[in-house]
């Protein structure tokens, strides 16, 4: 299991930014990637951007991810000194409004598989119209 904490969450109205971390604090195993991840209230969780995290490049593919809900919106980073890795949210819509989890994974083409015991619990995220 790998211990994670998520920051940053809060309220904004639409169109303001708001800058989420994830700390890795702990853990056996780190897996080589992390993921963002949200969940509205009432649906089901859904896969906002990852990072490979397994060294300064991703040989043969993709490094980053992102979902096509929020290209152009997201940037995500990573900090390798403090174990962080950022995800950096503008131009907020009301429908960004969710729970916001961060994932420990593993990096498969161009997705971080969150693995079991990888996730963090959460910060809220609520955008208002």
Do not use: H
Not at 3 to 19: F, I, M, T
Not at 65 to 94: E, W
Request: hydrophobic share 30%; aromatic share 10%; with cysteine.
């Amino acid at each position: 299991q790998v211990k994670l904490a998520e920051s940053g969450g809060g309220s904004v109205q639409a169109g303001g930014s708001l800058r989420l971390s994830c700390i890795t604090l702990g853990g056996t195993y780190r897996g080589n990637c992390r993921g963002w991840f949200r969940q509205a209230s009432g649906k089901g969780r859904e896969a906002v951007a990852g990072i490979y995290t397994g060294g300064p490049v991703n040989v043969g593919g993709p490094s980053i991810f992102y979902d096509d809900s929020v290209k152009g919106r997201v940037t995500i980073s990573q900090d390798s000194a403090t174990n962080t890795v950022y995800l950096q949210m503008n131009s907020l819509k009301p429908e960004d409004t969710a729970m916001y989890y961060c994932a420990a994974g593993s990096w498969i083409g161009d997705f971080c598989d969150p693995m079991s015991g990888g996730w963090g619990p959460g910060t809220q995220v609520t955008v208002s119209s």
